[in-house]
C-alpha cells in the first residue's frame, strides 16, 4: 500500500531559524500521487497548509515551501525563518486521485522559542 | 468559509455498548471521509463516502460501520465498543477530484 515517512519529531528550533521537515512517500496506487501538506495548530483542527498535484512542481504558503521531487519522491517542507506562531504538528500526505481518502505520515511537532 | 462539524466533541463509552460518531458539512462536497489517529500512526482510514447512499472501506474498517443518509451527514457506528477503539477520531469532506479534504475538529473517544 501507499505510505509516507516524515523527520520524526519533536523538533525544537528557535525563532528567525530555519526549518526543515522530511516527507518520503511511496505511492503503489498511482504513479504521481497529490502531495500535500496539513498542520495543526494548537488547539485548532487540521488544516491544509499547501497542496502540489503535479510533479516537479512547487507550492508555497505562510512562507513554507514544498517542491513535488518525484526522482527521489520526496516532498519536504521548508521556511527561512521561523515564528514563534509556526508552532504546531505537520503532516505529509498523499492521496491517489481517486477520492479514496489520503495516507498521511505520522505528523511532525514543531516548537519554535522566542 | 468551509465548514465540517463534529459531535459528540468527547465521548466516555463502556466496552461493549453502541457509539455513534456524527459529521456533518457544509460544504457541498460528494466525498466524506472518517479517520482515526493514535500515537504511532498517521491519521489513518476508517470509512469514506462517495455520496449519500454510498459507504466504502477504508483501511482499517473492522469493528466500525457507516451510514451516509444525505450530502450533509456521515456517521460512524461502534456497535460493540472495545477499548482498543479508544482514539481521536476525525471526519472530513472533499470534492470529487481529491483536490483538498476539510477536516473537523476531532472526537476524543474513550472505551473502558
Known amino acids: 500500500g501507499d505510505s509516507v515517512t516524515q523527520t520524526e519529531g519533536p523538533v525544537t528550533v528557535s525563532e528567525s531559524e530555519s526549518l526543515i521537515i522530511n516527507c518520503t512517500y511511496s505511492a503503489t496506487s498511482i504513479a504521481y500521487p497529490n502531495l500535500f501538506w496539513y498542520v495543526r495548530y494548537p488547539g485548532e483542527g487540521l488544516q491544509l497548509l499547501l497542496k502540489?498535484?503535479?510533479?516537479?512542481q512547487k507550492g508555497s504558503s505562510r512562507g513554507f515551501e514544498a517542491t513535488y521531487n518525484k526522482e527521489t519522491t520526496s516532498f519536504h517542507l521548508q521556511k527561512a525563518s521561523v515564528q514563534e506562531s509556526d508552532s504546531a504538528v505537520y503532516y505529509c500526505a498523499l492521496g491517489d486521485n481517486y477520492a479514496q481518502g489520503l495516507t498521511f505520515g505520522l505528523g511532525t511537532r514543531v516548537s519554535v522559542f522566542p | 468559509e468551509a465548514a465540517v462539524t463534529q459531535s459528540p466533541r468527547n465521548k466516555v463509552a463502556v466496552t461493549g455498548g453502541k457509539v455513534t460518531l456524527s459529521c456533518n458539512q457544509t460544504?457541498?462536497?460528494?466525498?466524506m471521509y472518517w479517520y482515526r489517529q493514535d500515537t504511532g500512526h498517521g491519521l489513518r482510514l476508517i470509512h469514506y463516502s462517495y455520496g449519500a447512499g454510498s459507504t466504502e472501506k477504508g483501511d482499517i474498517p473492522d469493528g466500525y460501520k457507516a451510514s451516509r443518509p444525505s450530502q450533509e451527514n456521515f456517521s460512524l457506528i461502534l456497535e460493540l465498543a472495545t477499548p482498543s477503539q479508544t482514539s481521536v477520531y476525525f471526519c472530513a469532506s472533499g470534492s470529487l477530484k481529491q483536490d483538498t479534504q476539510y477536516f473537523g475538529p476531532g472526537t476524543r473517544l474513550l472505551v473502558l
Open positions: 460544504n457541498n462536497h460528494n466525498n
Open positions: 502540489v498535484i503535479t510533479a516537479g
